[in-house]
């Protein structure tokens, strides 16, 4: 009995061994651990251990292989912010856009309002005429009458000062042109004539009457009282002035040349020796910026032929101021 017992426990521990050894094995290879049972008495799963071969070393900036089983999980560096890219050009084929109109910055002004223009005439057109003759942009008149060399006098002062060019004369040339020039006088507005007559002398009321006065530089040829027609008329300068007084109308010469002064003088009508009325190219040309050598010039050569149609001799001569 002793001795099957013991070569029992021999055959059992011998096989006991051989399981033990199994196990170690298995646990070597397997890698798992058998736990103890727990509190409750219940055996708890074993736990697996990797004993095969340690892990390689790795220099650390190396990262390790992603396992096979689950993917590392790696949080991603800040993403840094990229510079804005500049605007593309428009492609050749594709127009750019047209620009937005931008609202003027001063609403259009209207146009300036006109003072005078072709056809006007009167004191005022007059001393326009003065003003631009100082200017050299008109040689004629004054006359008064707004006309075809004013309106270009006019077109021409405005193209020079960068002004709309209508010949036309608004606020805007009038004030330009008073801030260039000065006030002409009386004469400037009278230049070439036109100027209104002064009231007849007494003497001239009656007979057939040559009404010559100084003061208006204007003769009335008069018919008891009732004046026929009225001229603008030149006298002598300083030097050599025309004589005041009552006279007679003594010679008639239709084409007279002056042996004196060696010029022509026709339309001649003498009253005061060798003083006399008569047509002046000179006076036509210059106007009142001349005199005579004290004859009583005329600048309108139809009116004075006409008159020297009408005068007889012996018909009286008025000359006053």
Known sequence: MRGTSRGSNRGTGAGTGTVVAAAAALVAVCGCTVQPPGADGRQRAPVRVDVSSPPPVRPPSQPAPPSSSRPPTRSL???????????????????????????????????APVLWSRGDTGRDVRELQARLRQLEWLFEGPTGTYGELTERAVRGFQTKRGLPPTGRTDTVTWQRLLGMTREPGYWDLYLMGGQPAAA???????????CISKTSRTLRWMIDGRTVTTLPVRFGSDAT??????????????????????????????????????????FAARGYAGASHGCVNVRDEAAIAELFRQVRDGDKVVVYR
Not at 82 to 110: K, L, Y
Not at 241 to 259: A, E, I, L, N
């Open 77 to 111: 560096p800040p993403a840094r912010p990229q510079p804005a890219s500049p605007a593309r050009p428009p492609s050749d084929d594709r127009p750019a856009a047209a620009p937005v109109p931008r609202p003027s910055a001063s609403p259009v002004r209207p146009p």
């Open 200 to 210: 007849p002398d007494a003497r001239c009321l009656t007979g057939r009457v040559l």
């Open 241 to 282: 002035p025309t004589r005041d007084g009552v006279f007679q109308v003594y010679w008639k010469s239709r084409d007279h040349w002056s042996t004196l002064y060696d010029t022509p003088m026709p339309y001649a009508m003498f009253f005061s020796g060798g003083q006399a009325v008569h047509y002046s190219a000179d």
